[in-house]
């Protein structure tokens, strides 16, 4: 039996879309969500980074294209393609959530977003471990994404694709539009064995 939820595909194929579309249905029925994802930021048309968003919607740089991010004044930097990631900003708002993880108030099971496990988050060592912690024992249901397998496996996603009480949704375009009500089935089933 599964225990979290995590979606996979193509980037831009509606990924960050369907876990906020669910999040949406699970707040409004009184489910307890926590947790983050990734948005993209666009100035005049075109795409400059993206930044983290919480559940309760605050928001700070995950990463910003290089003539837009600044200079590092001397830090390590971490790129993906053109993208400056900007560490101390995800890990200050990502990180603490990982603190709230145990069951909502009045003790039911929350449901946790991690969106996404990809290259730039994959930066933090903090990040890694504490995706790990949480998918080996924390109480609550996690709702992630990972992205699809592309050159060199990176190590915490293909754990997470291995991992036996994972289901995981191949989302493509062809079916974005009709695979909420899956996802949402998969989390109610996975919420329903986390409360015996």
């Known amino acids: ?18 876990v906020q579309k669910a999040c949406d249905v699970l707040l409004s029925s009184g489910v307890g969500v926590e947790g983050f994802y ?23 740089h995950l990463s910003r294209i290089r003539d837009v991010a600044g200079a590092s004044h001397g830090r390590q930097e971490y790129t ?6 900007d560490l101390p900003s995800f ?23 991690i969106d996404e496990i990809g290259k ?23 709702l992630g994404t990972i992205p699809v397998r592309k050159g060199k496996p990176l190590g915490v ?12 949704f191949l989302v493509s375009k062809e079916n974005r539009n009709v695979i909420l009500q899956d996802i949402l089935a998969a989390l109610q089933q996975c919420r329903g064995q986390s409360s015996d």
């Open 38 to 60: 990734t948005e993209e930021v666009r100035e005049g048309g075109r795409r400059v980074g993206f930044d983290v968003v919480t559940v309760t919607g605050e928001r700070g």
């Open 80 to 85: 993906v393609g053109q993208y400056v990631v």
């Open 157 to 168: 996603v293909e754990e997470v694709r291995s991992r036996t009480d994972v289901k995981i």
């Open 120 to 142: 730039m988050e994959l930066f933090s060592q903090p990040f890694i471990r504490a995706v790990r912690h949480t998918l080996d024992s924390s109480p609550c249901t996690i």
């Open 1 to 18: 039996m599964f225990k979290h939820v995590f979606l996979t595909g193509p980037p831009g194929v509606g990924k960050t879309t369907l």
């Open 91 to 113: 890990e200050n708002l990502a990180l603490p959530l990982f603190r709230n993880v145990g069951p909502a108030n009045g003790g039911s099971m929350k449901v946790f977003v």
